[in-house]
């Protein structure tokens, strides 16, 4: 939050952002473990002969980079609201 001059008038300034409880790093480390587990699955699974299973790993895989990335551009968003003293939006 702001106090002081805004536009010349005495007012506050609000800022909100979404909780970021999970570092970037953080974000990482999920994704890649989760992949890797897929992954690792996915391989067991093609071993004993069900290789269709490959391609549906990928897909979730794909699926989990996707959120990953609506996920990052989502805590970016950030919202202001300026209020003057004299009660003027």
């Known amino acids: 939050m702001y106090s002081g001059e805004v536009g010349g008038r005495r ?3 609000l800022f909100s952002r979404p909780n970021s409880s999970l570092s970037p790093a953080g974000r990482i480390l999920v994704f890649g473990s989760l992949a890797v587990i897929t992954v690792a699955i996915s391989l ?13 790993a990928g897909l979730e895989c794909l699926g989990l980079y996707i959120a990953c990335r609506w996920l990052k551009r989502q805590i970016s968003v950030q919202q202001s609201r300026i ?6 939006v």
């Open 11 to 13: 007012g506050f300034a």
């Open 83 to 88: 209020q003057n003293l004299s009660g003027e």
């Open 44 to 56: 067991g699974f093609a071993v004993h002969g069900a290789w269709p299973v490959i391609p549906f």
